[in-house]
Nanobody, 116 residues
Framework: QALLVESGGGLVQPGGSLRLSCSAS????????MSWHRQTQGKERDLVAR????????RYADSVKGRFTISRDNAKNTVYLQMNSLNPEDTAVYYC?????????WGQGTQVTVSS
């Protein structure tokens, strides 16, 4: 049974940084491309970033390009999202999943709030 647990969210001021982590278990993480998504209330969940199984290929949504960095540690079964220069529009619940996402894998997410 796959389990994804996100952590690292919180309240941060505009211009600040956060690093999200996603711990994975129950599937072969090192062979799985991974992704981060975010969702605000009343809106669809949007793809933020994706990373290949080996970590060499990374893609970003235009809205976060140059500010966010996705990375992974296959020895720790963990994928990360470093978020810099945060602005209020980045406020959302952030989720990780495989890429493409598996509907059965969605976790609880981690809340990120950018506010002064």
């Amino acid at each position: 049974q796959a389990l994804l647990v996100e952590s690292g969210g919180g309240l941060v001021q505009p211009g600040g940084s956060l690093r999200l982590s996603c711990s994975a278990s129950g599937f072969t993480f090192s062979r799985s491309a991974m992704s981060w998504h975010r969702q605000t209330q009343g809106k669809e969940r949007d793809l933020v970033a994706r990373i290949s199984s080996g970590g060499s290929i990374r893609r970003y949504a235009d809205s976060v390009k140059g500010r966010f960095t996705i990375s992974r540690d296959n020895a720790k079964n963990t994928v990360y999202l470093q978020m810099n220069s945060l602005n209020p529009e980045d406020t959302a619940v952030y989720y990780c999943n495989t890429d493409p996402p598996n509907s059965a894998y969605w976790g609880q997410g981690t809340q990120v709030t950018v506010s002064s």
